[in-house]
């Protein structure tokens, strides 16, 4: 027995369990277990590349684009994406292998994927929720680009029982902080895109970056203060990180923008999830980009780590958070 027990203590695994004895979602409404708990059983996002544009990349909005953004960098084949049922092939195995998962949303992140003709939207979406296992969808884009029809054409889904989330990515809420980066929306289109969102009963993810060029904590956390003010169900926070081929990437280099620390980030990341009211569901607490493309800061692709870091934090700072089921627009 003492050898056994010798043996188990002297073991990598031992020791990891011993550092992490508790999880995420023991403190944080997370997106998984809410799935479970609503379904029963694990229920994953597979990524999607529909192929679409940006209004800030094809000039109707602007042309460069956010000064963080490299398409690439959150999507893995953003040259030449294949068929969205080859996408879903390609994520479900690799999904279920890991997690075990045997239902999914298919999340449409590359780009802005409201941003076509409604038929055409349409059709993208029915060809994902066409597979059997898809039961629903996570639609990412831009807040001045979700025009009635298509929050229609969502709620029309989830009318029918289909799983909808629109992520809209604000960012932040100061608009010299949008301006600085060259989002081409500012902050009254956000409070208009979650205004009409709710009309119908749609649920938002809303997507904050923690490390924009001038901010802090205080910016952070009033980003945080007025969307929850605005009222969402979901958040997704993570750090700006630089990737090739950017106008981030060349103020790094020029020394006009330095990254966030681990530290830093895991510190304001606790603030802004023990601000958050416990219904809320946590889609995401950290992000990063493909190695081949991140150039800083190294430590976001340690994805783990950063999330056990969180959670160590939360443990230390004793805050309990009972995740709450999400009721005001269950289905
Ligand atoms: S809105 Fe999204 S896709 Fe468009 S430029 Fe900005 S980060 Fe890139």
Redesign the pocket.
Known sequence: MLFILHTLQSSKIFNRYLAIPMQLSDYVNTFGQNMLNKYGERIHKISINANLS?P??DGTKGTG??T??N?ASFNPDARKPSSISQQIAAGRKVIRKRTGAKKYLAYFQA??NTYADIEQLKSLYDLALSESDVIGLSIGT?PDCVPAPVLDLLADYQNKGVEIWLEL?LQSAFNNTLKKVN?GHGYSEYSHAVQQAHARQLKVCTHLILGLPGENTRHYKTSLSRVLDEGVEGLKLHPLHIVKGTQLAREWRRGEYSPLSLEEYVMAAVDLIEMTPADIIFHRVTGTASNDILLAPQWCSKKWKVINMITQELHQRNTHRTPLKLDAYAM
């Open positions: 940006c800030n990349r684009g956010c963080f953004c398409n780009y802005t831009r990515g989002r």
